[in-house]
């Protein structure tokens, strides 16, 4: 094969790779993205130059403690090596950071050009080792191997690098150890070996490299054949080995990769019986790829409980030993590859089958590399179609080909953004509590909370019920924490109840380190807060108390459960509690002292000692800087004011405070007050409106405003009924909420309160407006007699020609009191007097037909196509059917009453 035949080779697969995976080219950050990449301050630093640099990554290598690095750089340094570099040049290029578009762009572009350049190695392997398969079964292996839909996850995952850039080097090392012969020197023996470190650097998957290369060399045409051959082989092979040996050693030593993870089913032995099924599950994904989830996971792949449960555990094992004894058998009869096969594909993949335990358990990206082992029988089988059928292969292989085109294209959609692929992982994978978990993070990030509660309640339902290794627990604690602090935002007794209940359910379960949840700070103050809220303030002070005493609790946290204890004891633990907060905030500083300040002033405002909580709130504005407790602190010295007689100075104070901060809503409600009582009555509106527009059902403004109402009706005197139109506003505002929340009593409470206040002689369109709104709400309540009396109403209220927007809702809840004959004969008297519309015809046709007065209905019928163009075509075709149908009943009443006679 010419030099330039391998360059043309290697540019096809790149510009194939790229073509194929185009779509992911712009793809958000997905799943482990995030941690990994994104949010890792590692990559994104600035460049400071090339020996600041390589500084920086020598003492990645040098094991940095867990501690300062999170995502443990050191463990797969290549991979954030190459990371790194992406950065630098997207940095290069002007995208400020990982959170700007675009950003994403050059790590897609670079997993897609290391995918198509394993695929130039595939196709440049395959031919070295099998040349009598020619040119044709090496391109069928790269091209296979390039569009597999199974190899789309380590390829379109930006955190997919790992297998993609190890098996690069891996394959290189296996077609340099294959490209000289059998006499290979130390030169290449090192070459090798550099490669295979820099495989295990990528991923410690490598570490099976020496079985593949005796494998490679065993099956090259020119490869080693007699003991002094092999021995010159060993020359390739031993550097590899005690190079593969080392770094493994590190990796199980130093980082251990599994450290705390059980064994696949609890045991070595149900470990082995999952071995086999899964082996299989990997075949499957091989010869079936559809169905694909970016995570197998969490009762998505349960692990055997014993030899035949599942039955597939002992039946996957016997499958397999047969394959292995036909493979034996074919060895024996000097026909290797089969053999070879068999045994390779078992060995490529026996790091991740559990046998040394670690927390992913299976996923479909750990088949990027055991897939080339796969393609050569494919190949193979289409060189023995080629053999017997001339001119066959090249067709099979085209529809192959396109066929797996069209699924990786397909399966590439889920990749464009972490919902878009969780969305797939649950269709597919439904009992799959990280699926979930996933989904319910993507639907968070778009502020899709209420979808994100479903999605916890499906993972937490899956995992409470197993036994949980490290991996479960955590997603198990983090969904109940997250949805118990959704549930909290939600309000409602039903959802508190909820979140109360997920913390409770926490704060008994132990971390994934084995320490009890119940000493770490988070789950205790939420409780807090939630049982506060729910009224259970005994269980809130108990929370507090942990808060207080927690060994690990934060000073502010401590002191913020201080400061509730002392808002909710008697006046002598009280004073104890607000001086042990003293003592804490001292050690703080200035903030905190002016949050003990401002807990005080509240206190004593309470007792209604005015004079010293006004001096608390001026303490605390010193060192407040929070802007929503700040305006707090400035409306409780306005309160103080008032309570001490102060009027001009409380009022100057809120319009201070409104100033600053129009939204300011308790301000509002209180400057409306003073000016109400000043006799500033349209001012005073002003600011109760404020309120009502942000909160409609807010009671304070609501009475403000009516207060406002009979002091302007005093002013101006009783001759002239006064409407309140902005009453009815509120009242009208307030229904509409009460609609959203599902409160129907509510809104129409609120609606008929409207009504009474629109009974002036200039609120007719307002009033009819208001009883059409309560006839129509009791209508959809199935209050059949309430809602009639208001559209009898209306009928009598209503000129002829205004009645035609509701007559035929009317005629409906008639139907439903006293039959279709009253309707009937209501319509036909409101037709008579001239009520008009476009339905009515059709409908007075349908309910004599029904009542089987054909001859009227006929007659309806007949208007109704006479006089009335209907907009859809359906429609008209089906009341001219219905016009044949009651004529042709009509027709054979006559016909029986002619034969009777």
Not at 241 to 257: C, D, F, M, N, T
Not at 610 to 635: I, K, N, P, W
Not at 739 to 759: F, I, N, T, W, Y
Not at 770 to 781: G, P
Request: aromatic share 8%; with cysteine.
């Amino acid at each position: 094969m010419s030099g330039r035949f391998r360059l043309f080779v290697v540019l096809a697969c790149l510009l194939g790779s790229v073509l194929l995976y185009q779509p992911v080219l712009d793809g958000d950050w997905v799943f482990d993205d995030v941690r990994l990449v994104s949010t890792n301050d590692w990559l994104w630093r600035s460049f400071e130059g090339f020996q600041e640099e390589l500084d920086q990554w020598r003492m990645v290598l040098q094991e940095p403690a867990s501690s300062a690095d999170q995502v443990r750089v050191g463990f797969r340094p290549l991979r954030f090596f190459s990371y790194r570099i992406d950065a630098l040049l997207t940095m290069a290029m002007g995208v400020d950071g990982p959170a700007v578009e675009g950003a994403t762009r050059l790590f897609h572009l670079h997993n897609m050009l290391l995918h198509g350049l394993c695929a130039a190695l595939v196709l440049l392997l395959v031919f070295r080792i099998y040349p009598a398969g020619g040119r044709i079964t090496a391109v069928v292996c790269s091209l296979l191997f390039l569009v597999h839909p199974v190899q789309s996850e380590a390829v379109a995952w930006i955190s997919g690098r790992r297998d993609v850039l190890f098996a690069c080097a891996y394959l290189g090392a296996l077609l340099i150890a294959v490209s000289g012969g059998k006499q290979p020197g130390w030169g290449r023996g090192m070459t090798v070996a550099l490669l295979a470190a820099t495989a295990m650097a990528a991923k410690e998957m490598a570490a099976t490299l020496p079985v593949a290369l005796i494998a490679a060399a065993a099956l090259a045409w020119d490869g080693p054949t007699d003991r002094a051959q092999w021995r010159r082989w060993s020359r390739v092979l031993l550097p590899t080995a005690v190079v593969i040996l080392l770094l493994s050693y590190r990796v199980l030593a130093l980082q251990h990769p599994g450290a705390g993870t059980s064994y696949w089913g609890g045991s070595a032995d149900l470990t082995f019986w999952t071995m086999g099924r899964a082996l299989l599950q990997y075949l499957g994904l091989f010869l079936w790829p559809v169905g694909l989830s970016v995570d197998h996971s969490h009762a998505a792949f349960v692990p055997s409980t014993s030899m035949v449960a599942p039955w597939t555990s002992l039946a996957s094992w016997l499958v397999i030993a047969s394959v292995a004894a036909v493979s034996v058998r074919r060895a024996l009869q000097g026909q290797w590859m089969m053999a070879l096969v068999v045994g390779l594909f078992i060995v490529l993949l026996s790091p991740v089958l559990q046998i040394f335990p670690h927390p992913e358990r299976f996923a479909e990206r750990f088949m990027y590399l055991p897939l080339v082992v796969l393609l050569i029988p494919v190949a193979a089988a289409l060189n023995s179609f080629e053999q017997r059928s001339p001119g066959s292969r090249l067709p099979v292989l085209l529809v192959l080909v396109m066929l797996l085109t069209l699924l990786t294209r397909n399966r590439l959609e889920d990749w464009h953004g972490p919902y878009e692929l969780w969305s797939s992982a649950v269709a597919s994978q439904p009992r799959c509590a990280r699926a979930w978990f996933g989904h319910a993070e993507a639907a968070r990030n778009r502020q899709w909370d209420t979808e994100a509660v479903a999605d916890l309640a499906r993972t937490i339902e899956i995992l409470e019920v197993v036994q949980r290794d490290r991996l479960q627990q955590g997603i198990y604690l983090q969904a109940l924490q997250i949805r118990s602090g959704l549930l909290a935002r939600f309000g409602g007794e039903a959802n508190l109840e909820l979140a109360r209940d997920h913390l409770t359910t926490l704060l008994s379960l132990q971390d994934t380190d084995g320490s009890d949840i119940a000493l770490q700070e988070t789950p205790w103050r939420e409780s807090l807060k939630v049982r506060e809220r729910l009224g259970d303030f005994e269980g809130a002070r108990v929370a507090a108390l942990t808060l207080v005493d927690l060994v690990d609790s934060r000073p502010a946290v401590r002191l913020e459960a201080m400061l509730y204890l002392a808002a909710t004891t008697e006046p002598p633990e009280q004073q104890q509690r607000l001086e042990q907060a003293q003592r804490l905030a001292e050690a703080i500083g200035p903030r905190a002292l002016a949050t003990v300040a401002y807990q005080s002033g509240m206190i004593a405002l309470d007792q209604k000692r005015f004079e010293q909580a006004l001096g608390d709130f001026d303490r605390s504005l010193v060192h407040l800087d929070e802007e929503g407790r700040r305006g707090t602190a400035r409306y409780r010295r306005a309160e103080c004011m008032l309570g001490l007689g102060r009027t001009t100075d409380a009022r100057e104070a809120l319009e201070q405070l409104l100033e600053d901060d129009p939204s300011h809503l308790a301000s509002h409600l209180s400057l409306g007050e003073l000016l109400l009582a000043s006799d500033q009555i349209d001012a005073a509106l002003e600011h109760f409106q404020r309120v009502l527009m942000v909160v409609p059902d807010n009671p304070q403004a609501l009475q403000g405003i009516q207060h406002a109402a009979i002091l302007k009706q005093l002013k101006e005197g009783p001759a002239v009924a006064q409407v309140d139109p902005t009453r009815i506003t509120a009242l009208t505002m307030l229904a509409d909420k009460m609609l959203s929340k599902g409160d129907p009593d509510k809104a129409r409470v609120a609606l008929v309160e409207a009504m009474k206040h629109a009974e002036g002689p200039d609120e007719k369109v307002r009033r009819v407006e208001l009883i059409l709104r309560i006839s129509r709400l009791d209508a959809e309540q199935g209050q059949w007699p309430l809602a009639f009396e208001g559209y009898q109403r209306l009928i009598e209220m209503m000129e002829v020609s205004e009645r035609g927007q509701f007559i035929l809702e009317a005629a409906e809840v008639l139907r439903r009191i006293e039959g279709t004959e009253a309707a009937l004969e209501m319509l036909t008297q409101q037709q008579s007097e001239g009520v008009l519309e476009s339905r009515l015809y059709r409908q007075m046709g349908a309910m004599a037909h029904q009542l089987g007065m054909n001859s009227v209905a006929a007659k309806w019928y007949r208007r109704h196509l006479a006089e009335f163009e209907d907009e859809d075509p359906a429609m008209r075709a089906r009341i001219e059917a219905a016009l044949e149908e009651v004529l042709q009943d009509d027709s054979r009443a006559s016909d029986g009453q002619g034969e009777s006679g």
